[in-house]
């Protein structure tokens, strides 16, 4: 790795004038080195199962043959709603192919969202595994321009009309050729979290892979080197997981392993010393989780070299705890669906600091923004904003040109996000603008208060929201799981708030702890902080009713 100053000199953008997702991700390596193995599905105990990159070429090829029989071509939106699996990554890839648009969709998501993400997107087919089947069926009313399904690893009655995957993949020849795609064209729909309103679908061309590499490239530090494996819990019908993890690593060539399952922090271990891993992308939570399940025995069967993580603020202690048991330091970035990995640390170019996201990743332009659109002074709380054009920024919202025109002012994209950048250009996080806390006049980032409960040795996961005041207009409130071992009281309630205050400040403490044992996350692992704040008003309202 060359010095932090050094990549930012010495970076320019040179996109070529014909560039194919697909083609950049399986058909080079395919054509080098059939045999190549591109991705290895983790089974327990169970022998892995892997797929190669001539494999992964002629299935794809089978199966946009088999999408554009049944009527696919440039621009249709085609849904994939599925776990991680071979037949996820065979499916964007045949989506590529044919010059279509791919609306990656969780599986998770129930009849309403599910619904609404369809229409939205007018898909007009989807790529669906059985286990979807019930709630597919339950979306109401049914999705209108919708007219084919493909259901994975079977399991449905062969008279509803629906495809069968494995005999499409086995039956279609393969489609001849490649839709001639730029950088530019349309490749991709993500939907955006809904945290301060509808979902919105955000369009990025297929230029939004070759904006992801550098940035994957710097925090993996000099990614790929010889024996990298990378693994990430992540959805990957989340940016986190498909732009972070699987499309950049398949177009560098790098294996990617993966399980499907729910991830838990003791079977993490186990798959990551399993499958040799040496590159993970763990959001912070799931950080967390693995650091409450540390003992010398998970540790010492690791071939870690690098971690990264993002999707929401790493904590000091958090990255302290990677450092001594894991002896590496954990790599945080930061980017939303719109306009991904902009900002980042990488300890092996000497960007690395406990608090901070790091600073712009070489190859964007990054800045805070105040209220009149111009950079803030160091130290001063700013919207952090990224500069047009950028190849990982979106085209637009999809069929929404006034919400696209709302996100930019001038040439600027503005992420919503408040940070604050130091002298040295390093950049911490405080908020999302919707998730500050007004308190008696102080605005009050949740990042740094639950930052501050996750060093108290009882708490396990923590959300900190603004419940509504009569007084000072909004109070901290936290939730927090507590780690086995602990008992939620009063006591302890009052041992956690005097712990925040005596390390913070007066203003900074939550008033208020409600204990919950479990917390709620989206997909890609950030807490979902708007359930707390309507629970946090409801409270507010029948403490007013009273």
């Known amino acids: 790795m060359k010095t932090y100053d050094s990549l930012v000199s010495g970076f320019a953008w040179n996109l070529p004038a014909r560039y194919n997702i697909a083609a950049a991700c399986a058909d080079r390596w395919a054509t080098e080195t059939p045999e190549r193995i591109c991705l290895i599905e983790d089974r327990g105990e169970r022998p892995a199962v892997t797929m190669t990159c001539g494999e992964l070429v002629t299935a794809s090829r089978r199966l946009a043959g088999a999408m554009a029989a049944h009527g696919i071509a440039r621009g249709d939106r085609v849904a994939i709603i599925l776990p991680q699996s071979f037949a996820t990554v065979v499916a964007h890839l045949a989506v590529y192919r044919l010059g279509a648009i ?48 493909i259901v994975v690893d079977g399991g449905f009655d062969p008279n509803n009309g629906f495809l069968d995957y494995d005999l499409l993949i086995a039956d279609t020849p393969p489609a001849c050729g490649d839709a001639a795609t730029g950088p530019d064209d349309p490749a991709l729909i993500i939907f955006t979290s809904g945290t301060t309103g509808p979902p919105k679908g955000a369009l990025h061309g297929h230029r939004v892979v070759l904006g992801h590499l550098p940035g994957i490239i710097f925090h993996h530090e000099d990614y790929p080197q010889p024996g990298d494996r990378i693994y990430t819990p992540s959805d990957w019908a989340w940016a986190g997981g498909l732009l972070n993890v699987l499309l950049p690593s398949l177009q560098l060539g790098v294996p990617v392993v993966f399980s499907g399952e729910r991830f838990r922090a003791e079977e993490a271990y186990r798959l990551m010393a399993r499958q040799r891993v040496r590159n993970a992308f763990l959001p912070a939570t799931a950080l967390r989780m693995l650091a409450a399940a540390t003992d010398a025995e998970t540790v010492r069967d690791l071939r870690l070299r690098t971690i990264a993580s993002a999707g929401e603020s790493l904590p000091a202690a958090t990255y302290d705890w990677a450092r001594e048991a894991l002896g590496l330091t954990a790599n945080e970035f930061y980017g939303q669906t719109e306009c991904n990995m902009v900002l980042g640390s990488s300890a092996a170019a000497g960007v690395s600091r406990a608090g901070a996201i790091g600073k712009a990743v070489p190859g964007h332009q990054v800045a805070l923004l105040g209220e009149d659109g111009r950079p803030v002074p160091p130290g001063v709380p700013g919207t952090i904003a990224v500069k047009a054009p950028d190849p990982v920024m979106f085209l637009n919202y999809w069929q929404d040109p006034a919400a696209t025109a709302a996100k930019f002012s001038g040439d600027w994209l503005l992420t919503g996000d408040q940070a604050v950048m130091d002298d040295e250009g390093y950049v911490a996080f405080v908020g999302r603008e919707d998730d500050i806390i007004t308190s008696a006049g102080y605005r009050i980032g949740p990042g740094e208060v639950e930052n501050c409960l996750l060093a108290h040795p009882a708490v396990k996961l923590a959300a900190v929201v603004g419940k509504p005041d009569p007084l000072r207009t909004e109070i901290v409130k936290a939730y927090v799981v507590l780690k086995d071992g602990f008992d939620a009281g009063e006591t302890l309630a009052a041992e956690i708030q005097l712990f925040v205050r005596n390390r913070l400040s007066a203003h900074e403490y939550p008033r208020e702890i409600g204990f919950v044992a479990e917390m709620p996350l989206t997909t890609s692992g950030k807490i979902i902080r708007r359930e707390f704040r309507d629970s946090a008003a409801s409270e507010a309202a029948d403490a007013t009713e009273r």
């Not at 009849?111 to 069926?137: C, I, K, Q, W």
Request: aromatic share 6%; no cysteine; hydrophobic share 50%.
């Open 102 to 149: 791919a609306v990656p969709l969780a599986m998770r998501f129930g009849p309403e969202a599910l619904g609404y993400r369809l229409n939205a997107s007018g898909a007009r087919m989807a790529v669906l595994h059985r286990d979807g089947l019930e709630t597919f069926g339950a979306v109401q009313p049914a999705p209108a321009g919708l007219q084919s399904v």
